[in-house]
Nanobody, 115 residues
Framework: QVQLVESGGGLVQAGGSLRLSCVAS????????MGWYRQAPGKQRELVAT???????NYADSVKGRFTISRDNAKNTVYLQMNSLKPEDTAVYYC?????????WGQGTQVTVSS
């Protein structure tokens, strides 16, 4: 059974940093490109960062230069380091496969950035 468990969110002032973690189980983690997604109130879920099995990364323009995705295959964990946070980064953040979306999605972790 697939389980994705996100953590690390919180309330932070603009300009601050947070590090999100996502532990995956029930999948062959090392065989999958992974991604971080976010969904703000009233908006569709969007993909913000991906990392392939070979370590290649890609970022949405809105977070490029501020967010860094990484992974630890030994721990079945993907991370998202978020720096220089902006109020528009406020959303629920989720992890999932970058090419194949696993179900169910995790509960996500709330990130709130105050101005």
């Amino acid at each position: 059974q697939v389980q994705l468990v996100e953590s690390g969110g919180g309330l932070v002032q603009a300009g601050g940093s947070l590090r999100l973690s996502c532990v995956a189980s029930g999948i062959i983690f090392s065989n999958n490109a992974m991604g971080w997604y976010r969904q703000a109130p009233g908006k569709q879920r969007e993909l913000v960062a991906t990392m392939t099995t070979g370590g290649r990364t890609n970022y949405a323009d809105s977070v490029k230069g501020r967010f860094t995705i990484s992974r630890d295959n030994a721990k079945n964990t993907v991370y998202l380091q978020m720096n220089s946070l902006k109020p528009e980064d406020t959303a629920v953040y989720y992890c999932n496969g970058a090419q194949y979306r696993f179900t169910p999605w995790g509960q996500g972790t709330q990130v709130t950035v105050s101005s």
